[in-house]
């Protein structure tokens, strides 16, 4: 049923960064190595234009299925979503906005011009001379794209909710906020006008409309697919649900459509009111998720989280063949940094691995090797670089890289530590046991590659991190079944064999990080950075705490220097963004938060003043908390607001 909406159509002031101002530091991005998971492809000919990270990879498709990459361009952000047209690609650049790449000569692809936009450009999408941008917490974009050297937003619509998808059908575009599809005139494009809604009631991830049909792939509902003839007054038809229960991609062929991300499934259509299956293809083991999905002829080619490019052949209209692949590095789960060197972990099931990485130039990281494929999955959760050595966890790995370009694993060992530290010799570990008391482990490393256990302490509650200082070790707990378990448990080492519990101070909710930095202690306690002074270890007490800004943030990591914490964020809003926040503590009474930057990041560490973060989207990046803020500049854009 269509309901109507109410709208208000007014100007907003719309902010943009540009030179420097003195006085205030902001920090900002120095380095960056952006290679990564494959979530978007689009085709034209015989060529796929496909994302790695912050990469535009365009590669040629033979008939054979092979893949030849002819050319790679480093963007500035994420590759969301890329549409190809006359010799022009359109990307969807995350917190960069849309960006226009020349791609006449593919194998000279280059950025002709781009776009901010005030939010997150998640999906782009061409309607004759104009592009609609989905910018998620910006709303709907819309840009008038007939000179491609200078793309102008010439109107934008923001709703309640977030913009996650936006498409256009004969005159009007169908924009997914979370569970609602509203319906918006753009007849005018300088005007828009909402005349409607309709929900599937369900959140909506994709739209794509084929001969007048509407297919939504949405979580929990499957397949919703509907008449639009009347763009206006969409009308159900028939659904699909039994191949898995989110759909972020869709292809389609004929009568034939393609799903994903958790394998690709092919319906046949023919009848809308009655989707067949006609046949299923895994991409992998969990978490290689195909979230882009094109054709060349018969040739379907998959944009896949873990196994990068994907080509399947189709030609005979029920199975799907796989041809050939194009790994790209999967999730930047943990870092190192020893020296001018960084280590990166990834993890995906079968494709653990770490790679090396020259920093001498922060500006400019250098890949010097990698091992990519561990004698088994380790499931990198943190790591530590000491000497000729790494230790990681999940479990407790050993990796000797006296040469950083070719790590080699050492050793073993049964042990799933929660989080590890190295100081004055020795090898410090929280075991991680669910709902029990877990344990603080000492190691012997006289030799590195061999630790010796030789001292181990209760600790309430469900140990989650540590750090060392001195002869201090700090632990973080969270609730056990006892809900008076969790919070800070400070630990003296000085005999290093018999650690001995001396000081405690519970949180209020859950203790998920911790860090410390001249008798302070920063904990990321769910929603909260909380600073505890600890200069009498017997007795901690708090002396600030600031609530992450957003809807749910959720702290899983923190690190500190000289004043700046960058806490982790795997909540962020209510749509479950991640972000980094940065946050003041030079006045450790009251903290206050500089910004925050969307970033999917599961490790952070200091080291000389910068900060090195494992980014699960794109490698790792260099920060640089000193560098100055930036003095902005505002104009007018027609925008309305759809409650």
């Known amino acids: 049923m269509q309901t109507m909406t109410r709208f208000l159509s007014c100007v907003v002031i719309v902010a943009f960064s540009a030179t420097t101002s003195a006085g205030k530091t902001c920090g900002s991005t120095v380095g960056r190595w952006g290679y990564g998971p494959a979530r978007a492809v689009a085709t034209s000919g015989d060529l796929a234009y496909f994302g790695s990270g912050i990469y535009l990879m365009v590669a040629q498709i033979r008939a054979e299925g092979e893949i030849a990459i002819l050319a790679e361009l480093e963007l500035p952000d994420i590759v969301a979503e890329i549409e190809v047209r006359d010799g022009i690609a359109y990307i969807a650049a995350s917190s960069s906005g849309l960006i226009l790449v020349d791609v006449t000569e593919p194998a000279s692809p280059m950025i002709v011009s781009r776009l901010d936009t005030p939010g997150n450009a998640l999906r782009v999408a061409l309607d004759g001379d104009i592009a609609l941008i989905a910018d998620h917490r910006g709303g709907l974009r819309l840009v008038d794209i007939r000179d491609t050297d200078h793309p102008r937003e010439i109107s934008s619509m923001d709703f309640s909710r977030p913009v996650d998808e936006a498409v256009p059908i004969g005159g009007y575009a169908y924009v997914a906020t979370s569970s609602m599809i509203r319906i918006i005139d753009i007849s005018r494009p300088s005007d828009p006008v909402s005349v409607g809604s309709f929900q599937p009631n369900t959140i909506v991830n994709v739209i794509t409309i084929h001969d007048e049909l509407a297919l939504i792939g949405t979580s929990y509902r499957g397949l919703q697919i509907y008449d639009a003839t009347h763009p206006t007054d969409p009308v ?250 969790g919070g800070l448990y400070i630990f003296d080492v000085n005999t290093i064999t018999e650690p001995t519990l001396i000081g405690s101070l519970q949180t209020p909710v859950y203790a998920n990080a911790i860090a410390v930095e001249d008798a302070l202690v920063f904990i990321a306690d769910q929603w909260d950075l909380r600073v505890v002074d600890v200069s009498n270890p017997s007795l901690p007490f708090q002396v600030g705490v600031i609530r992450l800004e957003g809807e749910w943030p959720k702290a899983i990591d923190v690190a500190v220097s000289d004043g700046v914490a960058l806490v982790a964020d795997s909540g962020g809003d209510f749509t479950f963004r991640q972000y980094v926040h940065v946050i003041d503590v030079s006045d450790p009474a009251a903290p206050r938060e500089r910004t925050r930057f969307p970033l999917d990041t599961t490790d952070i560490k200091a080291a000389d003043g910068l900060f090195y973060i494992a980014d699960k989207d794109g490698g790792f990046r260099i920060y640089d908390p000193s560098t100055p803020c930036r003095e902005v500049f505002v104009r007018e854009i027609p925008v309305s607001h759809i409650d």
């Open 236 to 485: 159900w038809l028939g659904s699909y649900n039994n191949l898995e229960d989110e759909y972020e991609a869709i292809a389609v062929h004929g009568d034939h459509v393609f799903l994903g991300p958790l394998g690709v499934g092919a319906l046949d259509i023919s009848d809308p009111t009655n989707p067949v299956r006609t046949t299923y293809r895994s991409t992998g083991s969990t978490g290689n998720y195909a979230r882009g999905l094109a054709m060349i002829g018969d040739l379907l080619v998959a944009a896949n989280e873990g196994d990068g490019l994907l080509v399947f052949d189709f030609s005979s209209g029920q199975y799907l063949a796989e041809m050939e692949s194009y790994d790209v590095p999967r999730r930047g789960n943990a870092i190192a940094v020893s020296g001018s060197t960084v280590y990166l972990g990834s993890e995906l099931e079968g494709g653990d691995g770490i790679r090396a990485f020259d920093i001498d130039r922060p500006s400019k990281p250098v890949l010097l090797g990698s091992t990519l494929d561990l004698d088994r999955a380790t499931g990198f959760r943190d790591l530590v670089a000491v000497g000729d050595h790494l230790y990681s966890v999940w479990p407790l790995t050993v990796i000797d890289v006296s040469d950083p370009a070719t790590p080699t694993p050492a050793a073993y060992f049964d042990e799933q530590p929660a989080a590890i530290e190295v100081a004055a010799g020795h090898l410090f570990t929280t075991s991680l046991p669910w709902y029990e008391a877990s344990d603080l482990r000492i190691y012997n490393l006289t030799d590195p590659a061999a630790p010796l256990l030789i001292g181990s302490a209760l600790v309430p509650g469900v140990s989650m991190d540590l750090a060392v200082d001195g002869d201090l070790v700090f632990v973080v707990s969270r609730d056990g079944l006892d809900d008076s378990d």
